[in-house]
């Protein structure tokens, strides 16, 4: 149940960062990435065990599993970065706090 709830939770955060990129018309292919990668992170944030603060687990498990994209997203355009470390910052601090606040 802890991992269904978990993965629930990551799909609902994927949802928020999906809306701005509907808003800027970004192509089907960009949104299907940012949803799966929420609802993965959603999932592997109620099944590991890292002893830190919540917050900080969020974040963290994010920009990780962020990483390969970042490096070809930079790679071609490198200023697209900065609202993606933005969202991925916030909306992987809200994961920890949702996580925190609805998986014991």
């Not at 299907?32 to 109620?46: D, E, K, N, Q, R």
């Not at 990780?64 to 994209?69: G, K, Y």
């Not at 490198?78 to 909306?91: A, C, N």
Request: hydrophobic content about 60%.
């Amino acid at each position: 149940m802890k991992y269904l709830l978990g993965t629930i939770i990551g799909l609902f955060i994927g949802i928020l960062d999906v809306i701005p990129m509907l808003i800027q018309k970004l192509t089907w292919d960009a949104n299907l990435s940012a949803l799966s990668m929420w609802t993965v992170i959603g999932f592997l944030y109620s099944a590991l065990h890292l002893k830190t603060h919540f917050l900080l687990k969020g974040i963290l498990i994010a920009f990780l599993v962020l990483l390969p994209s970042a490096i070809l997203i930079g790679a071609k355009e490198p200023l697209s970065l900065i609202p993606i470390i933005i969202m991925t910052t916030v909306l992987g601090g809200l994961m920890g706090l949702l996580q925190n606040k609805f998986i014991k």
